[in-house]
Every structure is written in structure tokens, then in C-alpha cells.
């Protein structure tokens, strides 16, 4: 299918492990958004890629937390040393244009990460 | 602080009737504002976009209404069906340069549709 991606679906890290999540993005999307959504809430969001420019990432919780999108398409979020609070299911979105309100925002099915 | 309130986090009609979900919001000056269907373990899915300077959109059985007076949206599913039982989700979008990408969502309403 043409959907965004994301693996791996379910990841279990013990307290303190590192973890990367990936997002393979719809092709030629320019804009992708990682959120995090804890249970029974909506999605927080956390950064927003410009091709490969960060261009927001005022909702990164803590510095543990790290986003990258080196060539405009793949990106990978990265939590160090993980804590049980982390514990959420991420989810990356794209959209096909510059954030200006009239586009949608496609979303893939995320990775539920649990933090023991 | 900024706030966004669904009114309740579940709600559930009879088939046939029009599910209505409420969002508000305070201390806050969206953009436009989108609805979002979730079922469970999926990510949203895209409904409807409304902006500031809308009053109302429709798409097929599906109405949304912008108030910006009240600070309000209205989503309505006419003719309901059991297959729209999710949880909907609304997310407002920002004026502020650079932020305009930053969605803001949400709770969400779980809908449940009995046949």
C-alpha cells in the first residue's frame, strides 16, 4: 500500500534501554509529524520535518528524546535511556505540502512502546 | 492555558439517529480545525477540515460547524451506523509562524452505534 509505515508496531524496553522508531513516510510527502498519544488521550505533538528541516520540536519532552529526517523521507525517533512514563504508542503522520491549513495530515498505525 | 474539551468521553445513539460531538476550546485563537475517526490500534483518520472563516462543511452524512464566537465546533453524523462506531478526535491548527504544523488534539469521543 502507498500509507505511511511505521515499525517495528510493538516495542517492550526495560527502563533505562534506548529505543528507535521509524516512519517510512507516503512518497514525496514534504511534511511529517511525530505525536505521541498516552492511553485513553489524543496525540501530543512532538516535532514536525520540513524535508529534511526540523522545523518545530517544541513538544520533545526532554532532551532524551531525539528526531531525525536526514534525507527528506525515512524518519527516525529516538528516545534514550527510557523511563515507564515514556510508555505511549508514537505515532509519525505526513502530509503532501508545507503546514498552511488546508492539508491533511495521513497517519500511520504507530508503535505502542512499553517501558518496563 | 490552552485547552481543548470534548464534551463527553463517550457517547452512544441508536442506529438511524444523528450522533452530535462537541469541541471547545479556550484561550486559544485556531486557525481551522479537523476531525479525526480513530478505532483501536490505528492511527486517526482525516474527515473534515473547517477554517476560521467557515461556518459549516459538509461531506456525504457528516456535518461540521465552526463557531468561533463560542469557541465551538459541532460534528454531526446523520443516519448512523453501527460502522461508525470509533473514537473521534478533533485537533485545532495555529496561526503562530512555524507552529502551524503543531496540532493541537483533543481527548477524543468514543461514538458507540447500536443496532
Known amino acids: 500500500g502507498a500509507g505511511v509505515s511505521q515499525s517495528p508496531r510493538y516495542k517492550v524496553a526495560k527502563r533505562g534501554q534506548d529505543v528507535a522508531l521509524r516512519c517510512d513516510p507516503i512518497?514525496?510527502?514534504?511534511?511529517l509529524f511525530w505525536y505521541q498519544q498516552a492511553l485513553g488521550q489524543g496525540p501530543e505533538f512532538l516535532t514536525y520535518?520540513?524535508?529534511?528541516?526540523?522545523?518545530?520540536k517544541s513538544g520533545l519532552p526532554s532532551d532524551r528524546f531525539f528526531a531525525e529526517r536526514p534525507e527528506g523521507s525515512v524518519s527516525t525517533l529516538k528516545i534514550q535511556r527510557t523511563q515507564q512514563e515514556d510508555s505511549a504508542v508514537y505515532l509519525c503522520?505526513?502530509?503532501?505540502?508545507?503546514?498552511?491549513?488546508?492539508?491533511?495530515?495521513?497517519f500511520g498505525p504507530g508503535t505502542r512502546l512499553l517501558v518496563l | 492555558s490552552q485547552k481543548i474539551e470534548q464534551n463527553s468521553e463517550a457517547l452512544n445513539i441508536q442506529e438511524g439517529k444523528t450522533a452530535t460531538l462537541t469541541c471547545n476550546y479556550t484561550?486559544?485563537?485556531?486557525?481551522?480545525l479537523q476531525w479525526y475517526r480513530q478505532d483501536p490500534g490505528r492511527g486517526p483518520v482525516f474527515l473534515l477540515l473547517?477554517?476560521?472563516?467557515?461556518k459549516e462543511k459538509r461531506k456525504e452524512r457528516l456535518k461540521v460547524t465552526f463557531d468561533t464566537t463560542l469557541k465551538q465546533s459541532l460534528f454531526h453524523i446523520t443516519a448512523s451506523q453501527p460502522a461508525d462506531s470509533a473514537t473521534y478526535l478533533c485537533?485545532?491548527?495555529?496561526?503562530?509562524?512555524?507552529?502551524?504544523?503543531?496540532?493541537?488534539f483533543g481527548k477524543g469521543t468514543k461514538l458507540s452505534v447500536k443496532p
Open positions: 503522520a505526513s502530509s503532501s505540502r508545507p503546514p498552511s491549513g488546508k492539508e491533511t495530515q495521513y
Open positions: 512518497s514525496g510527502h514534504v511534511s
Open positions: 520535518f520540513q524535508n529534511e528541516a526540523q522545523l518545530d
Open positions: 484561550n486559544y485563537s485556531p486557525a481551522y
Open positions: 473547517i477554517r476560521e472563516n467557515e
Open positions: 485537533a485545532l491548527g495555529r496561526h503562530e509562524v512555524g507552529s502551524q504544523g503543531n496540532l493541537i
